[in-house]
């Protein structure tokens, strides 16, 4: 199997892939990209089974400490 060539396409692609993993926003990537639509946008961006993974882990730790910030502060409110 040989390589993939490599077009200003993938280039572009791999670009707003990468920004999107840095934590740039959609709307910024649209800015740098030029694009007039942000559903052109997100035709670039790909998310990988693993970042999937992991924004999951972060969801389920966020859940917990609002879990236990609404917990203390029904205490508090309740003293």
């Not at 791999?14 to 694009?35: K, M």
């Not at 559903?39 to 609002?66: C, M, N, P």
Request: aromatic letters at 8%; charged letters at 25%.
């Amino acid at each position: 199997m040989g390589a993939r060539a490599v077009t200003p396409h993938t280039l572009r692609h791999v670009f707003a892939s990468e920004l999107l993993r840095a934590g740039a926003n959609l709307r910024q990537i649209q800015e740098l990209l030029g694009h007039k639509h942000l559903d052109s946008t997100q035709r670039y961006t790909r998310v990988t089974a693993h970042e999937l993974r992991g924004g999951i882990k972060r969801l389920r730790w966020v859940g917990r400490i609002f879990k236990r910030y609404v917990f203390h502060m029904s205490v508090y409110l309740i003293a």
